[in-house]
T-cell receptor
């Protein structure tokens, strides 16, 4: 089983729709969780950290479910500019900086 | 703040030559730098972790004699692809974390696209 798994998609949704995707992780000792966004041929950029209590940043909401070992990302009122690959990122150890990337979920927003 | 640069952004070379890629943290001290490789439509794969002043730790399956990593200062790490072959053509991305504490957030360079003919 992969340490971090994501549905590769692609998710193809109309502008204005709400879309959500999950990411599961296998190591229950994982400490830190993030969503990154990667545009085609560009480097990943941090979208948001994921806290135990869940967090929201504008149209984006991230949640963590430790019992079921998954994190989620919800995008409301999607924009064309949201089209990208969304990478789930997990840091498995509390004291190390090594992080593990999921393979990414491709999202395409159509007009 | 927290800007990471990479140079060159794109390089095309002949098979058998060596290519050096530089990764610099511009406004912070990068105690740890990471090197990733990404093939088209694939996920980022960690190649090695580099701590300033010590030898890099390579991931399983990554040849340390082929991918030489040097992290001689707190702001610079280099990756040298020795005797490059077409199968080494990929997008190489570095990232850095360090002081002040970034709570495990990594800052990525813009990447270097290597094409080996």
């Amino acid at each position: 089983r992969k340490e971090v798994e994501q549905d590769p998609g692609p998710f193809n949704v109309p502008e204005g729709a709400t879309v959500a995707f999950n990411c599961t992780y296998s190591n229950s000792a994982s400490q830190s969780f993030f969503w990154y966004r990667q545009d085609c041929r560009k480097e990943p950029k941090l979208l948001m950290s994921v806290y135990s209590s869940g967090n929201e940043d504008g149209r984006f909401t991230a949640q963590l479910n430790r019992a079921s070992q998954y994190i989620s990302l919800l995008i409301r009122d999607s924009k064309l500019s949201d089209s990208a690959t969304y990478l789930c990122v997990v840091t498995p150890y509390s004291s190390a900086s090594k992080i593990i990337f999921g393979s990414g979920t491709r999202l395409s927003i159509r007009p | 703040g927290a800007v990471v640069s990479q140079h060159p952004s794109r390089v095309i070379c002949k098979s058998g030559t060596s290519v050096k890629i530089e990764c610099r943290s511009l406004d912070f001290q990068a105690t740890t730098m990471f090197w990733y490789r990404q093939f088209p439509k694939k996920s980022l794969m960690l190649m090695a972790t580099s701590n300033e002043g010590s030898k890099a730790t390579y991931e399983q399956g990554v040849e340390k004699d082929k991918f030489l990593i040097n992290h001689a200062s707190l702001t610079l790490s280099t990756l040298t692809v020795t005797s490059a072959h077409p199968e080494d053509s990929s997008f190489y991305i570095c990232s850095a974390t360090g002081t002040p504490a970034f709570y495990n957030e990594q800052f990525f360079g813009p990447g270097t696209r290597l094409t080996v003919l």
